[in-house]
């Protein structure tokens, strides 16, 4: 089964910059990684709700394949002071889409 | 600019049932709306952070379509006790997409 990956970043605004460095490197480990799909890092606008200042959407063929790639890697966004990451793994239940 | 709401939610575990007629109910308000793109609703699979039970990942086709279905209406989940949202609105800063 298909499972996407949301993970909210909270990301104290003196580590941006590093942060942004430390995702591109993450993503770099597994861009190649079999069963992976895509990934969006979106950046919060600002202009609502701003407790997540990043959220990482990322798509997997199944949930082993994501497993694999971080058994043996802990992503480096995890490893900056003050970042705090909330990576679950979720289904789609509901989708609504009138110009589909 | 197209926006992406990212509306993750903490659901109290007997109040699910309620929180998905809530969501449906929402997204009957605003399905017809001027600017609307599309709306997915995700639930956690359990198999890693399970901080929120349900994500809501929406397109619109600016933030003002967006505010304007909100201005005189609270969606249906924010008035359940022990629900807790947090609507960002985001836009797309990195994409990697090996097969695109």
Request: net charge negative; aromatic share 12%.
């Given at each position: 089964m298909t499972v996407t990956l949301i993970n909210s970043f909270i990301v104290p605004q003196d580590e941006e910059e590093a942060f942004l460095q430390a995702w591109r490197e993450t993503v770099d480990h597994f861009a190649t990684a079999p069963g992976f799909v895509q990934t969006r890092l979106h950046r919060n606008?600002?202009?609502?709700?701003?407790?997540?200042?990043y959220v990482n959407i990322a798509l997997w063929q199944d949930v082993e394949a994501y497993r694999a790639v971080f058994r043996n890697f802990t992503p480096a966004g995890q490893r900056i002071a003050g970042v705090k990451a909330h990576p679950g793994l979720y289904e789609v239940i509901e989708e609504v889409d009138p110009r589909g």
């Open positions: 606008t600002g202009l609502n709700d701003t407790t997540f200042q």
